[in-house]
């Protein structure tokens, strides 16, 4: 790229800049910087340009699945490039695309190195697998969404057992907890929803989750009602695999 040190630099904080405001769409984030070059006059090439919002667009979206925690780096690297590839046309290549996760990857471990000791995600990975070992079915970050979740949930039972629910939160639930939102749990009776007393057995689960989440000092709103999810406030400090 021909554009001078201190150029591209300001041409890069304005791509970034675009891609928190636009959830890292590439096509926005071209259109910002060029406009933003148009009105100053930098003499930046098309290519230039696009090269620097496909970057913008990449960096948004490794840090997006670097901070939800659950995939391994290769498996980061291979989800930014499909998501990318599926939402637009970039152009960089596969190895600086692994060089950008890899900052992000590296950015993340040392921001980990701050955390305490214990962590909320920590205190609602033990409230998981105590729920699980009780009877209850628990699944962190299962399926993309609440559809495929409802609907592949049976699978998770074990030949032989016979727990008495379930409880989960999908990819989406991931991505609104780390964006600063609650972290939205699903839960029910394995009971077909048609049976009599399916509401009950799913309200039964329901206070089985909250119990489990308060013991390991979550907080979380429910208000007794089987068709509402529980909504878990928490900091997302989930830690690198």
Known sequence: MSLDAQTHALLTAVARRSAAETDGSAYDILEAVGEFAQERGIPASAAEMEHLADAAAVEHTAARFVAEGYAAFDEVCEDVTTTMAEEEQITLAPATVQAIVAAAWDARLQEQRTWPDVTDNDRLARAFDDLEASGI????????CAQCAANEIDDEIRPGSAPEGYVYFH?????????????????????AAGHPDYPALSRTV???????????????????????RIAVTLAWRKRLP
Request: glycine content about 16%.
């Open 206 to 228: 329901g206070t089985r989750v909250m119990a489990a989440l308060s013991a390991h000092g979550l907080t979380a709103d429910w208000d007794g009602d089987p068709g509402r």
């Open 137 to 144: 079915v628990a699944r962190e970050d299962f399926t993309c």
């Open 171 to 191: 990819n989406q639930d991931t991505q609104r907890a780390v964006e600063g939102g609650p972290l939205l749990l699903g839960f029910g009776s394995f009971v």
